[in-house]
């Protein structure tokens, strides 16, 4: 079955980096645009980026915009995010999903904690 | 950015009973393709968001049919026609069509 697995979250200092990865299965990853999501406590769910199949198309919201970057490898069914100059305001749980409009199904996410 | 505004944001619900959640947003989902990407989701305790219903009233694979979902420009509605234990979460409503897609703020439907 179509199956996400989120990897790569902990806890970094303000201003550090942090990369997550996403490993899929169960579908061919080159033929699907990727997503990451964010759910904050007390900031509810937010769309941070998207990539296409081919990487050609690719997103992100304001907030995240200049710092973090998508990227993916097909050949290892991944999707990366990476984080840079982190904020306070970027902890969050950060789950993948497959599609970007009706985006689904997600993983369970990985939790990145921001924090001195 | 387009808000989403659910209502009710606390639903306590009968087992058995139907419950509504209403979602508005401040613009009109319709896409340039023609399709309306309004979304519902459902978070349980402790798990990550699972997708009910896709572009406005399709329903996933192995989503209950007391599931639905209605609506179009700006109202939307998902209904449960009768509550079951496993229903209880937070729903969240979520639009595709316009960047950055946004989420509702939730309901958290309980048992009463």
């Known amino acids: 079955q179509v199956q996400l697995v989120e990897s790569g979250g902990g806890l970094v200092e303000p201003g550090g980096s942090l990369r997550l990865s996403c490993v899929a299965s169960g579908f061919s990853i080159s033929d699907s645009y990727m997503s990451w999501i964010r759910q904050a406590p007390g900031r509810g769910l937010e769309w941070i980026s998207y990539?296409?199949?081919?990487?050609?198309?690719?997103n992100y919201a304001d907030p995240v915009k200049g710092r973090f970057t998508i990227s993916r490898d097909n050949a290892k069914k991944s999707v990366y995010l990476q984080m840079n100059s982190l904020r306070a305001d970027d902890t969050a749980v950060y789950y993948c999903?497959?599609?970007?409009?009706?985006?689904?199904?997600w993983g369970q996410g990985t939790l990145v904690t921001v924090s001195s | 950015d387009v808000v989403m505004t659910q209502s009710p944001l606390s639903l306590p619900v009968t087992l058995g009973q139907p419950a509504s959640i209403s979602c508005r947003s401040t613009?009109?989902?319709?896409?340039?393709?023609?399709?309306?990407?309004l979304n519902w989701f459902q978070q349980r305790p402790g798990q990550s968001p699972r997708r009910l219903i896709y572009?406005?009233?399709n329903r996933d694979s192995g989503v209950p049919d007391r599931f639905s979902g209605s609506g179009s420009g700006t109202d939307f509605t998902l209904k449960i026609s009768r509550v079951e234990a496993e229903d209880v979460g937070v729903y969240y409503c979520m639009q595709g069509t316009h960047w950055p897609w946004t989420f509702g703020q939730g309901t958290k439907v309980e048992i009463k």
């Open positions: 613009q009109g989902l319709v896409y340039s393709d023609g399709n309306t990407y």
């Open positions: 572009k406005v009233s």
């Open positions: 999903a497959r599609g970007t409009r009706a985006a689904a199904p």
């Open positions: 990539i296409s199949g081919s990487s050609s198309d690719t």
